[in-house]
C-alpha cells in the first residue's frame, strides 16, 4: 500500500512501549554503539556518554514519539517518522545495515537496537524535567485517549479547517496519522472535507467517541502493519486486517456498501465513503 506518508501512529508507538516496558524496566545500559551520528538531533554525541551504566526507568509515549527514561534524570526521544523500528533481540542477532543505534543491556545477552532504512527518524536527549519545554514536546496538542468529551469539543473553538486536516495537526492533537483519521471519520460518519466549525455539537461527540473506540481497538490488535511496523518484539500488529475505509479505494464499504474514495485533501490521501460520510448533511 504505497499511498502516501505512512508513519507509525499512537497505536503503534503505544504497542511498542507496552511490548518493550516488562523487558527493559530496571535494566542497565552497558553499552551503546552510534551507527549513524546523524541520528542525534539537537544533541551532543557526548551526551551517550551519560548513558553508559545508567538503569533504564521507564519507556512512554507522547502523540506518535517514544521516550525512554534513566535513572540519571535523562530522556530520550525517539521518533521512528517512516521506518523506524525499535526492538529488543538477542546479541548473537546479526546487526543489519539499517541499523542506527544499539543499547546493549545488562550482562549483554540482549540489545535494544533502533533500525531506520530510510534514515527519517532522530533521537534527541533532553533533561527529563525540560520535557514539557522541548521541542517537538512543546508544541504537541493533548492525548485524546485521557482527553474528555468535553475538553475535546472545547479544542474546535481555538482551531478550524477541514476536519480531516485538523485531525492530522499534532498540535491539535497528538498522535493521529492518515491511516487512523481516515478510519476515524468513517466510524463517526463524517466527511473528511467538511469544515470543523460546521459539525454540530452532536458530530463533535460523535467523532470523540470515533476516536476513543478505534485507537483502542487498534491498540488491542497491536497496530497496523502495511508497511515496516514491527512492535518492540518484531512482531506484526493485526489492525490492517480491521481497516474499512484505508487502502480500500473502490472496494465497497462493509457497513452500506458503497465505493470507497480517495481524495486528496491538504496534500494527504483520504479514503472515505461518500454514502456513510455525505459532504453536507
Ligand atoms: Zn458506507
Not at 45 to 64: E, F, N, P, V, Y
Not at 89 to 104: G, N, Q
Not at 120 to 143: A, D, M, R, V
Not at 168 to 184: H, P, S, V
Request: aromatic letters at 8%; a positive charge.
Amino acid at each position: 500500500m504505497g499511498y502516501n506518508i505512512l508513519m507509525p501512529e499512537l497505536p503503534e508507538a503505544e504497542t511498542i512501549c507496552r511490548s518493550l516496558k516488562p523487558e527493559i524496566k530496571g535494566r542497565v545500559i552497558t553499552g551503546i554503539k552510534l551507527l549513524w551520528p546523524p541520528l542525534l538531533r539537537e544533541t551532543q554525541a557526548s551526551a551517550l556518554d551519560h548513558w553508559l551504566g545508567a538503569r533504564l526507568i521507564d519507556i512512554r509515549r507522547r502523540g506518535k514519539m517514544i521516550l525512554l527514561d534513566i535513572d540519571d534524570q535523562e530522556t530520550m526521544l525517539i521518533h521512528l517518522k517512516m521506518t523506524g523500528q525499535l526492538f529488543l533481540v538477542s546479541v548473537k542477532e546479526p546487526v543489519d545495515k539499517h541499523t542506527r543505534l544499539i543499547l546493549r543491556l545488562d550482562e549483554g545477552q540482549w540489545e535494544l537496537r533502533f533500525r531506520d532504512p530510510r534514515k527519517f527518524g532522530y533521537i534527541k536527549i533532553f533533561k527529563t524535567f525540560e520535557e514539557s519545554q522541548t521541542p517537538p514536546l512543546n508544541e504537541l496538542g493533548p492525548e485524546p485517549l485521557t482527553l474528555s468529551a468535553s475538553d475535546f469539543v472545547n479544542l474546535f473553538r481555538k482551531f478550524k479547517g477541514k476536519i480531516k486536516s485538523l485531525l492530522l495537526r499534532q498540535n491539535f492533537i497528538a498522535g493521529l496519522g492518515n491511516i487512523y483519521t481516515d478510519e476515524i471519520l468513517h466510524q463517526a460518519k463524517i466527511n473528511p472535507e467538511r469544515l470543523s466549525n460546521s459539525l454540530s455539537n452532536q458530530e463533535l461527540i460523535r467523532l470523540y467517541w470515533a476516536m476513543i473506540k478505534i485507537l483502542n481497538r487498534a491498540i488491542e490488535y497491536r497496530g497496523t502493519s502495511v508497511r515496516d511496523y514491527r512492535d518492540g518484539r518484531r512482531e506484526a500488529g493485526d489492525f490492517q486486517n480491521h481497516l474499512r475505509v484505508y487502502g480500500r479505494e473502490g472496494e465497497r464499504c462493509f457497513r452500506c456498501h458503497g465505493l470507497i474514495l480517495r481524495k486528496k485533501i491538504g496534500g494527504r490521501s483520504a479514503f472515505f465513503c461518500p454514502q456513510c460520510q455525505p459532504a453536507l448533511v
